[in-house]
């Protein structure tokens, strides 16, 4: 059921976030209200993460002889910082890449997706530092009513979705609007998430259930350096 007042938390993180479309519909929709999707600051950010996601997903250094992979990263990375709303260091995303906005997203560290991640960020995204994620993997902030008019209306609302740190989400999973995944956990491939997930556990199915808990690790910058680090 969509909100019936604004979200004062929602709105203050879209205060530190880059490139948003400022109005009254924008606050709106981050906030889980009803909200007009043709408003006109809408669809001109909507165009420009299209643009955006035609070059990011079409571009390839084919035609420089010296380029490596690391300039292939390089690019990527600069690309991303040009349309998310903030973006940690290290990040890689496969292409194709396909956003709604791009400004509600917000990105840790580290974080890898393989190919098609579709996220549709009405909402606002977080996905913490060091999160995977397997080809297919679905994000969706927005949603409808199930009355018809509304939809005749093209009025629409949105969720936020939260994904905690070090997860790995398999191939084909779908997470829901309004979910909130944990630290630490694992999604099974083609798992539909359509709820909270504790932190430190593995979850699978349609609808996603715990199968299992893993063992919960200090926070990454409280962690004892492994034998194998600096490798």
Request: aromatic share 8%.
């Amino acid at each position: 059921m969509a909100s019936t007042s604004k979200n004062a938390d929602q709105i203050a993180i879209a205060r530190t976030l880059l490139n948003v479309p400022w109005c009254e519909q924008y606050e709106r929709m981050i906030s889980g209200m009803l909200y007009n999707s043709l408003d006109p600051a809408l669809e001109t950010a909507r165009f420009k993460a299209r643009a955006w996601s035609h070059r990011y997903n079409s571009w390839f250094p084919h035609d420089d002889p010296s380029a490596t992979f690391e300039t292939l990263a390089t690019h990527r990375d600069a690309q991303l910082k040009q349309i998310l709303g903030s973006v940690g260091s290290d990040c890689f995303i496969e292409p194709p890449f396909s956003i709604d906005y791009g400004c509600n997203i917000r990105m840790g560290d580290r974080v890898y997706a393989n190919f098609n991640l579709c996220i549709l960020d009405c909402g606002i995204v977080t996905i913490g530092a060091r999160t995977l994620f397997g080809p297919n993997v679905s994000i969706f902030a927005a949603t409808h009513e199930t009355e018809v008019q509304s939809r005749r209306d093209n009025v629409e609302y949105a969720r936020e979705v939260t994904i905690g740190e070090d997860c790995w989400i398999g191939g084909h999973a779908v997470i829901l609007p309004g979910v909130t995944i944990g630290d630490g956990v694992t999604v099974g491939a083609s798992s539909v998430v359509t709820r909270d997930v504790p932190s430190w556990s593995v979850v699978m199915g349609s609808p996603a259930r715990v199968v299992k808990k893993v063992t919960p690790m200090l926070p990454y910058e409280e962690r004892q350096p492994a034998e194998t680090d600096g490798l």
